[in-house]
């Protein structure tokens, strides 16, 4: 067998000054240093060949360079950006209800600097895999999904996801000697944090016109109630016979106690999902705010076994689209670094034992009870009936042919053109 078709490139975006600034963030404190630190302590950062199958990872690190704000300006509004980047006028605090400053996005210090080093780093793990630098891309302190256009909101001051998706979905170049026109690479966004995405579904939410070509696809799998953070008309399951249903802007709304079982049980309706959509590029949102024991205390979703975190991604990655991994949410800091560094070790194709023990380092006190990697189920019960998930399946026949439908009228009228 040969090695280079069955490698897998692996960026993996990090940098003393994006861990510094991301440590300070109010609602993760620390958690960008326990998570790179703990990446680092298993020795994910060396490249290693797996010579009993054939098969090795190409892993780059790559330090990201700061976003200036023409890149920040691609999606954020100038007044938005004008006002969070000066360092100087950060304490009106009628600009900062205005822009979203207060409550749950307070002024931190280094919030200017927190912002370019994000939004910058998640871009460039976007060109890497543009410029065919890699096939996985990994970014764990971007994902700030509930960023909005004009202002923060939610943990969230910059939308790293949406300016992801803006870079991926520019035309691609022609192949060399190719007489054809650039094409439109499809981006599918597939966000698995406990909260609904609703930074990232509402920019790329439209009404939906059979002219209009679809690029950007977005399906959120979150829990949604009354009164659960964020209220959003998009975030409960769509409605295809309704005229404004966007088939490109998906949720998957989940109940309490979301376990193993019941991620397994929809995960055909993502694969069915990605084979209608046929994406160039899939990113990832991997929020473990729905692990369990985080203190969100609302799923019971576990990192391994089947239909678990780990095992979502490890699909993922199998996907014949460049992959792009970013964090998210995830509020026991410890769980957070344990999942994204599972994570990394199966994005470079050599998953660490679940039951394998932290290593010595500096932060091994904060492991403890168990002292190993996994983070395991509770006993939580898990509220997704089985009438439900059925329903969830009947919706999504009804939504994939209405992909299916937009997909191949755009295909015919980009064959007639």
């Not at 749950?104 to 600097?113: E, K, Q, T």
């Not at 509930?146 to 202002?151: E, W, Y």
């Not at 088939?247 to 055909?268: D, H, M, Q, V, Y």
Request: glycine share 6%; aromatic share 8%; proline share 8%.
């Amino acid at each position: 067998m040969n090695y280079q078709a069955t490698s897998r490139r692996v960026c993996y975006v990090v940098s003393n000054e994006l861990v510094k600034v991301s440590s300070l963030l109010p609602s993760n404190k620390n958690r960008s240093l326990l998570v790179h630190t703990l990446v680092k302590a298993y020795g994910l950062l060396s490249p290693e060949t797996n010579s009993a199958d054939h098969r090795h990872s190409v892993l780059q690190v790559l330090p990201p360079p700061p976003a200036d704000m023409r890149e920040l300006a691609a999606y954020h509004d100038r007044d938005y950006l004008e006002y969070i980047l000066d360092t100087h006028d950060l304490s009106k605090e009628d600009m900062n209800t205005e822009y979203g400053l207060e409550e749950d996005c307070p002024v931190f210090p280094r919030l200017a600097d927190y912002v370019r080093m994000v939004g910058g780093a998640t871009l460039s793990a976007a060109k890497a895999l543009r410029n065919e630098q890699a096939d996985v891309a990994i970014c764990w302190d971007g994902g700030r999904h509930h960023a909005q256009k004009f202002r923060a909101s939610g943990f969230c001051y910059v939308a790293d996801c949406v300016l992801a998706i803006l870079a991926l979905r520019r035309l691609l170049p022609s192949p060399s000697g190719s007489i054809s026109a650039p094409s439109r690479p499809r981006i599918m966004y597939l966000d698995l944090d406990l909260h609904f995405s609703d930074g990232v579904s509402h920019a790329f939410h439209s009404v939906p016109l059979v002219s209009q070509s679809p690029q950007v696809l977005t399906l959120s799998i979150h829990h949604a109630a009354p009164g659960f953070f964020p209220v959003s008309e998009l975030s409960g399951l769509p409605d295809p016979l309704n005229p404004s249903f966007d088939p490109f802007t998906l949720s998957l709304p989940l109940e309490r106690g979301a376990s193993n079982a019941t991620f397994k049980r929809i995960w055909p309706i993502i694969e069915r999902v990605r084979d209608t959509f046929r994406p160039n590029y899939v990113i990832v949102q991997c929020g473990v705010d729905g692990l369990a024991g985080d203190p969100q205390a609302i799923w019971n979703w576990a990192l391994g076994g089947q239909g678990s975190l780990g095992w979502y991604v490890d699909q993922i990655c199998r996907w014949e689209s460049k992959t792009l991994l970013l964090g998210g949410g995830g509020y026991k800091s410890p769980n957070a670094a344990r999942a994204w560094t599972y994570l990394t070790s199966i994005a470079l194709d050599r998953p660490l034992p679940l039951d394998a023990d932290i290593p010595d380092h500096g932060a091994f006190p904060l492991y403890a009870p168990s002292f190993i990697l996994d983070v395991p189920p509770g006993n939580m019960q898990d509220k997704n009936t089985p009438q439900y998930l059925q329903h969830v399946e009947d919706v999504f026949v009804q939504v994939i042919d209405k992909i299916r439908d937009r997909v191949e009228r755009t295909t015919m009228q980009g064959v007639r053109s």
